[in-house]
C-alpha cells in the first residue's frame, strides 16, 4: 500500500509499505477513506515529540470502510462504514472502566501517562497511522463506531478528533450560564471549543491568535470576539481591561507545545529540546484567567517539562483540568449538535489534499500558506 512515511523532521515522503495484516483476533483492517493532518501532527513533523522513528506512518484523524476483521470481532464488519477514535484502548482496564480511555494501561508500554494513539511516536505506542490506504486497528470491538448514514465523511473525521477535542476543552471548563470564556488558539481545536462554550452558556467568547485569517474564521464561524495578540504589548493586561480587571472566568489553552514564546524559550523548546514546549500559551492562561477560575488544557505537550507558573495558579486558587480527550465518551453527544444542525464540523476544512501530495499538505499547513486552517486527506484507494 501508500502510506505518509516519516524521515525526520521536516521530512517526510509517501512510500509503499507492507499492507497491514490482522495480528490479533480483536483487530481490524480498515481502507481509509478520509484522514486529515492535525496540528498536533506538527509537533511531530517539527521534531518536537520524542522517540518519533524513521519509517513511522502519521495520522490519528481518520475514517474509513472495514476490509477484513479478526476471529473474535462482532461489533463491526467487513462493508462497514467506521469512524476510529484517536485513543486506543483496551475498554476493559481501570481507567477505560472509568471512561479514562486517553489513559489505557493495556494499550502503551509507557503508559505510565498517556494511552495509545495511532501514528503518534513510540511515547504513544508506536502504532502507525491512518495517513495510509490502510491501517489495522485493535482492540476493533470498543474503539470504532458505525457512521450514522445520515453523517458526510467530511464530518465523521473531524470527530475522531478535532471537534471532539474542542469540546471536550470546553467541557474542562465547567462553564457556567453567562461565562467569560478565552480560548488561546483559533486553530482547529480552538475553533471547535469557541463554538462549544455558547452550547455550554458561556455569555461571552474571546479568541486569541497571532494568525488574521484563522481570526476571522473564529470571528465567522465561532461567532467570537477576536484579538491578535501582536498588535498589543502585553494580551494578559489587554484582556484584564476587557473583563473589568478581574480577568475571564475559564480560559481554554488549545495551541500546546509550539506556542510563539520569547527567544529563550523557543531555544530550549524548538531548538536543544530541553522543555516539553513552549509554555507560553499556558502561562498566558494562568495569568489572564480570573482568580477562583478554571484553565482548561487541551492543547499537546511533550512528556518533558515545561517552565510553567505553577506558582502562580496556585495563589490564585485556580482549578487546572487537561487530559487527551475521551473521543469515544464524547460522540453522543455531538452526534445529536451535528444532526441538529448546531455544529457542521466540515465548515473549517480548507484543503482536500491527495495521500500522495501530503508532503505538500504538510508544508502548506506548517507555513501557515493559503489560509490553511484544516486540510484533509484522500488516499488513492478511496
Keep these: 500500500m501508500q502510506a505518509m512515511t516519516y524521515r525526520g523532521p521536516y521530512r517526510i515522503a509517501v512510500r509503499e509499505k507492507d499492507r497491514p495484516t490482522i495480528e490479533h483476533p480483536n483487530d481490524a483492517i480498515v481502507r481509509v477513506t478520509r484522514a486529515a493532518i492535525c496540528g498536533s501532527d506538527l509537533h511531530l513533523y517539527h521534531g518536537m515529540m520524542p522517540d518519533t522513528r524513521v519509517g513511522m506512518t502519521f495520522g490519528h484523524e481518520f475514517i474509513g470502510v472495514v476490509d477484513e476483521v479478526g476471529d473474535s470481532v462482532r461489533h463491526i464488519a467487513p462493508g462497514d462504514r467506521v469512524m476510529v477514535p484517536f485513543n486506543i484502548f483496551c475498554g476493559s482496564c481501570y481507567f477505560c472502566a472509568r471512561g479514562?480511555?486517553?489513559?489505557?494501561?493495556?494499550?502503551?508500554?509507557?503508559?505510565?501517562?498517556?494511552?495509545?494513539?495511532?501514528?503518534?511516536?513510540?511515547?504513544?505506542?508506536?502504532?502507525?497511522?491512518?495517513?495510509?490506504?490502510?491501517?489495522?486497528?485493535?482492540?476493533?470491538?470498543?474503539?470504532?463506531?458505525?457512521?450514522?448514514?445520515?453523517?458526510?465523511?467530511?464530518?465523521?473525521?473531524?470527530?475522531?478528533?478535532?471537534?471532539?477535542?474542542?469540546?471536550?476543552?470546553?467541557?474542562?471548563?465547567?462553564i457556567v450560564e453567562g461565562d467569560v470564556v478565552v480560548v488561546f488558539g483559533a486553530g482547529p481545536v480552538g475553533l471547535f471549543a469557541a463554538k462549544s462554550a455558547w452550547l455550554m452558556g458561556a455569555g461571552?467568547?474571546?479568541?486569541?491568535?497571532?494568525?488574521?485569517?484563522?481570526?476571522?474564521?473564529?470571528a465567522s464561524f465561532a461567532q467570537a470576539e477576536t484579538y491578535n495578540f501582536v498588535e498589543y504589548d502585553d494580551i494578559v493586561v489587554h484582556?484584564?481591561?476587557?473583563?473589568?480587571?478581574?480577568?475571564?472566568?475559564?480560559?481554554?489553552?488549545?495551541?500546546?507545545?509550539?506556542?510563539?514564546?520569547?527567544?529563550?524559550?523557543?531555544?530550549?523548546?524548538?531548538?536543544?529540546?530541553l522543555q516539553g514546549g513552549s509554555p507560553i500559551a499556558l502561562n498566558w492562561a494562568i495569568d489572564s484567567v480570573r482568580k477562583g477560575g478554571t484553565v482548561s488544557v487541551v492543547g499537546a505537550y511533550g512528556p518533558?517539562?515545561?517552565?510553567?507558573?505553577?506558582?502562580?495558579?496556585?495563589?490564585?486558587?485556580?482549578?487546572?483540568?487537561?487530559?487527551?480527550?475521551?473521543?469515544?465518551?464524547?460522540?453522543?453527544?455531538?452526534?445529536?449538535?451535528?444532526?441538529?444542525g448546531y455544529l457542521k464540523p466540515s465548515e473549517i476544512v480548507t484543503h482536500r489534499i491527495p495521500l500522495?501530495?501530503?508532503?505538500?499538505?504538510?508544508?502548506?499547513?506548517?507555513?501557515?500558506?493559503?489560509?490553511?486552517i484544516k486540510p484533509l486527506i484522500v488516499p488513492n484507494a478511496a
Design 100 to 174: 479514562l480511555y486517553a489513559n489505557c494501561h493495556n494499550v502503551n508500554p509507557n503508559a505510565t501517562a498517556v494511552g495509545g494513539i495511532y501514528g503518534y511516536s513510540h511515547t504513544c505506542g508506536g502504532y502507525d497511522g491512518g495517513q495510509a490506504e490502510f491501517v489495522r486497528v485493535p482492540f476493533a470491538d470498543v474503539g470504532p463506531s458505525v457512521i450514522p448514514e445520515w453523517m458526510e465523511d467530511d464530518d465523521a473525521v473531524l470527530l475522531t478528533d478535532a471537534l471532539a477535542t474542542g469540546y471536550f476543552g470546553a467541557q474542562l471548563g465547567d
Design 204 to 218: 461571552r467568547v474571546i479568541v486569541i491568535d497571532h494568525l488574521q485569517y484563522r481570526l476571522d474564521k473564529a
Design 239 to 273: 484582556l484584564k481591561r476587557l473583563t473589568d480587571h478581574l480577568g475571564a472566568d475559564v480560559v481554554i489553552d488549545a495551541v500546546g507545545a509550539e506556542a510563539d514564546g520569547n527567544f529563550l524559550q523557543h531555544v530550549t523548546a524548538a531548538k536543544l529540546k
Design 304 to 340: 518533558m517539562f515545561s517552565a510553567v507558573k505553577f506558582g502562580d495558579a496556585m495563589n490564585k486558587g485556580l482549578t487546572l483540568r487537561m487530559n487527551q480527550c475521551p473521543v469515544k465518551r464524547q460522540w453522543p453527544r455531538l452526534f445529536e449538535h451535528v444532526r441538529n
Design 356 to 372: 500522495e501530495h501530503i508532503a505538500e499538505g504538510y508544508h502548506i499547513f506548517s507555513a501557515n500558506l493559503d489560509d490553511c
